[in-house]
């Protein structure tokens, strides 16, 4: 039977899915620290060279250091949009992140992915999406038939956003791919990060989508000033009190 497995995740690795199926696919590899951990549990429900093609939702080391092992371990094709490629091709330690996790970005062969593709693998179908914002070239997979979402680290189940801040993110970017997500029927929500759910996956994208934009960063600037100006009669007691002690001060010596 068809099955999403949920694998990876340990330490800063990303989730790695494995989708047991006529022909299995890996969306993501995590970072390369727990590659033989993660070898033996893929192994547990499929032969490795069972795997054609891994998919890869981002160029983000957590979820691609260990794309060229797994490559080679299973020959196996590996997928990444356009955007993305370059970076996973040529081993770019920076724009990957990989030098934050203190590794080097191992250069993989890829084959570029496109808004609007399909991906089957039998039971399921998917069809990839370009969601821009965490990185330039993100992509989720979207089974309309299942209502199955994988959405790397556009949006995480229980209200979490992905990170714009980082090399090739956008802010109003993330917002027009969340708010395109909020727009599908999702059961199952498969993200790149913390736990999948089997159903309600719109209601987490919904929720994410209205952190994101409700509480942009001016509103969460203001939440973090309110309580200071609901205390605000106080604050400006304590700095009278304050000001007289200098005036006193300055009495006392003859300071002008
Ligand atoms: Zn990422």
Same mark, same amino acid.
């Given at each position: 039977m068809a099955k999403i497995h949920v694998l990876g995740g340990m330490g800063y690795d990303s989730n790695i899915f494995l989708v047991?199926? =006529?022909d299995p696919i890996l969306v993501d590899t995590g970072t390369r620290y727990h590659l033989r951990r993660n070898v033996e549990d893929i192994e547990e429900i !499929? $032969? #490795? %060279? =069972? #795997? @054609?093609s891994i998919i890869l939702t981002h160029r983000h080391y957590d979820h691609t250091g260990g794309a060229a092992e797994l490559a080679k371990r299973s020959g196996a094709e590996v997928y990444v949009h356009r955007e993305d490629a370059n970076a996973v091709r040529i081993g770019d330690s920076v724009s990957t992140g990989a030098r934050n996790f203190d590794d080097d970005q191992e250069r993989v062969d890829v084959t570029l992915l496109d808004e609007g593709q399909e991906l089957s693998t039998g039971f399921y179908n998917f069809m990839v999406l370009h969601t $821009? @914002?965490? %990185? !330039?070239g993100g992509i989720s997979l979207y089974d309309i038939e299942h209502r199955i979402l994988l959405s790397g680290d556009t949006v995480f189940t229980n209200g979490g956003v992905g990170r714009w =801040?980082? $090399? %090739? @993110?956008n802010y109003d970017q993330l917002v027009a791919s969340i708010e395109l997500l909020s727009k599908l029927d999702v059961d199952g929500l498969y993200p790149g990060h913390m736990a999948a759910v089997a159903e309600g996956g719109s209601d987490h994208v919904k929720m994410g989508l209205r952190n994101l934009t409700e509480f942009s960063r001016e509103e969460l600037l203001m939440s973090r000033i309110q309580p200071l100006l609901e205390h605000s009669d106080e604050i400006l007691k304590l700095i009278e009190e304050r000001k007289q002690r200098v005036t006193d001060v300055k009495t006392k010596f003859e300071i002008e």
């Open positions: 047991e199926d =006529d !499929v $032969p #490795i %060279t =069972d #795997i @054609g $821009p @914002g965490h %990185t !330039v =801040d980082l $090399p %090739t @993110g």
